[in-house]
């Protein structure tokens, strides 16, 4: 009993760092009022959990990690869902928005596209694609996030990846292979943390 608090409270210590580092409350307000939303790669759910806030939302938050969404059930409310899944294991219902936040840097170059063309497949007609990436402003924050991501994923364990190595790739990257999946861009902004690293790039997009 004391190991599974003990576990829970360190989780919660690496959801209060999250929430520092990723400008969350920013990235909801480009995501619909109302209807049904999946949150891919959800983690602890603290943006889940921030998006289900509004009861008119529907969210469901999916992720590999089976530690992290124990960790996420503990969020209660009746209009948000966690599953351990991976968006490949998602078919037959259709979302209005998926959000994709500080993800697709954990995979390959085809499984980026592999997945965004998932997204595409499960969202409705006019559906919206909120797709959100570590920015590279400079070389020593590009530097800094690679050293604090490589120690998350490959020393401390606390970011779950298949194969334990990095891709990122900058913002023009994106914007190709979007367009080239058939998404149509309606924004692209840079966003800032509370502490003001690692700097953002969000994507808006629909389904053309």
């Not at 608090?5 to 307000?29: A, G, M, T």
């Not at 948000?80 to 390959?108: A, E, M, R, W």
């Not at 900058?170 to 902004?189: A, P, S, V």
Request: aromatic share 12%; proline share 4%; with cysteine.
């Amino acid at each position: 009993m004391f190991q599974i608090r003990w576990v829970y409270n360190i989780f919660k210590v690496f959801e209060f760092i999250r929430s520092l580092l990723c400008p969350f409350e920013q990235i909801e307000k480009y995501v619909p009022e109302r209807g049904n939303i999946l949150d891919v790669g959800s983690g602890h759910g603290t943006f889940s959990f921030l998006l289900s806030k509004n009861s008119k939302r529907k969210v469901l938050g999916i992720d590999p990690s089976p530690k992290k969404i124990l960790s996420a059930k503990k969020k209660i409310f009746p209009n948000l869902k966690f599953k351990k899944k991976y968006i490949h294991d998602l078919n037959g219902k259709k979302f209005d928005c998926i959000t994709i936040i500080d993800v697709l840097y954990l995979l390959p170059e085809n499984e980026k596209s592999s997945l965004l063309k998932k997204a595409k497949n499960l969202l409705k007609k006019g559906g919206y694609l909120i797709l959100v990436i570590n920015g590279r402003k400079d070389l020593i924050s590009y530097k800094l996030l690679n050293l604090e991501e490589t120690i998350m994923v490959k020393i401390l364990k606390k970011t779950y990846s298949d194969n334990k190595k990095l891709y990122f790739r900058d913002n023009l990257f994106y914007k190709k292979l979007l367009k080239k999946l058939g998404f149509r861009i309606l924004l692209q902004k840079e966003l800032t943390s509370k502490l003001g690293y690692p700097p953002h790039i969000l994507f808006l997009a629909k389904v053309t």
